[in-house]
């Protein structure tokens, strides 16, 4: 079942038993299906995400990660609202293109891609633009690995009493957050990262007071959160149209895994020993990384190529025949490769990749 191990962040490595969950056939309309499944996986990812469960509600949405970024800030933003992006990277900017084709009045504050998202410079932003009601970011810039500062970033924006909408794409499930303690309005996250499910869908997690006032707002039928939402509440677990039913069931393998490990705070130690055991190897060897220590999330590793005249693509196919498929860089800046920390791969598993990549580099 696993030609090669993914270190890259999603679709990543799963485990045997989440594949082998794939292998029944369910209604979509079935209650088997909607309260056995749907229900169950939407309670535990509120319970996952907020100490105060009862204030959020989850919704799920067909798609990759990015239909769900486009189907909230489609669905939540209304014409006369202001939004802020602060972008640090290729997921935050994607945020300002989705409000660009929606024709949102929108202002992304952009950072270095190597720096996180400063809260001062939104702290002075929201002071000198009053009319803003709402600021996105990005919480782990998976185009660096960054971990922006969300704990100071909420605490900005709900100071200044706006609505914050967080991309926990890369970090859900892998580092811990509590919704209701730092004040996020909606967070959103895909089956495919660290909950170790399979892709094929993604989900929001909202403020239910705020997400029952958002009838209407959508510019898209296929996108329209609320509505979404509101066929799953009264239908107990229904989605409007197909739902990746298989994924769906893996999905809620990958989450009893999850509790099973110890939950995110124990998958979190996981991902750190992953990320520690990948650099102090990865440095022994004489690789720089991209990102100070101090800015860096366990998620994904940037690495400078080692020398000017470093072949990316023959380094890639080596190492995938010796059963580790990494990641290209992302950013234009400097020549990097990236190194995914998450999924079902362990310690040990970095320890042989170092010592693969010291014999592909003799
Ligand atoms: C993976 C990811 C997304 C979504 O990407 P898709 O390719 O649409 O799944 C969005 N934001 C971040 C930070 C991500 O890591």
Redesign the pocket.
């Known amino acids: 079942m696993r030609p090669y191990l993914l270190l890259t ?2 679709p990543l490595t799963t485990t045997d038993t989440v594949k082998e969950a794939m292998m029944s056939d369910w209604c979509t309309w079935d209650e088997d299906y909607n309260i056995g499944i749907v229900e169950v996986i939407r309670k535990e990812l509120v319970e996952l995400a907020s100490s105060r469960p009862e204030e959020y509600t989850a919704v799920l949405m067909q ?7 486009e189907a909230t800030l489609g669905s939540v933003i209304k014409a006369d609202d202001h939004l802020l992006v602060a972008a640090n ?4 900017k ?1 945020m300002g293109v989705i409000a660009d084709y929606y024709h949102l009045n929108c202002h992304v504050m952009r950072f270095e891609e190597t720096q996180p998202v400063d809260p001062k410079q939104i702290d002075e932003y929201l002071t000198c633009h009053p009319e803003t009601t709402h600021v996105s970011v ?6 660096t690995g960054v971990l922006n500062p969300l704990a100071d970033i909420a605490a900005v924006v709900k100071k200044h009493g706006k609505t914050l909408i967080v ?5 859900f499930g892998g580092v811990p957050v509590d919704m209701a303690a730092l004040g996020i309005d909606f967070m ?1 996250s ?1 089956a ?2 660290c909950i170790q499910g399979v ?1 094929g869908f ?1 989900f929001i997690i909202a403020r239910r007071s705020l997400l029952e006032g958002c009838k209407g707002v959508a510019r898209s039928l296929s996108l329209d959160l609320y509505d979404q939402w509101q066929t799953m509440e009264s239908g107990h677990g229904k989605w409007r149209f197909t739902s990746p039913t298989h994924v769906v069931r893996a999905f809620m393998q990958a989450l009893k895994e999850l509790k099973a490990e110890g939950g995110v705070e124990a998958r979190h130690v996981r991902y750190a020993e992953n990320h520690r055991t990948l650099v102090e190897g990865m440095r022994s060897l004489g690789y720089k990384t991209l990102l100070p220590d101090e800015e860096q999330s366990p ?2 590793t940037s690495f400078y190529y080692p020398s000017a005249d470093f072949n990316f693509k023959d380094f890639y196919t080596k190492l995938k025949a010796k059963g580790f498929v990494i990641y290209p860089g992302k950013i234009s800046q400097a020549d990097t490769f990236r190194i995914g920390n998450i999924g079902d791969v362990h310690p040990a598993d970095f320890k042989r990749l170092i010592e693969a990549i010291r014999e592909i580099r003799l």
């Open positions: 962040p999603g798609g990759s990660g990015s239909f769900c970024v990277g290729a997921y935050g994607r990005v919480h782990c810039e998976t185009t991309d926990a794409m890369s970090s959103i895909s495919n990262k892709p993604g998620v994904i």
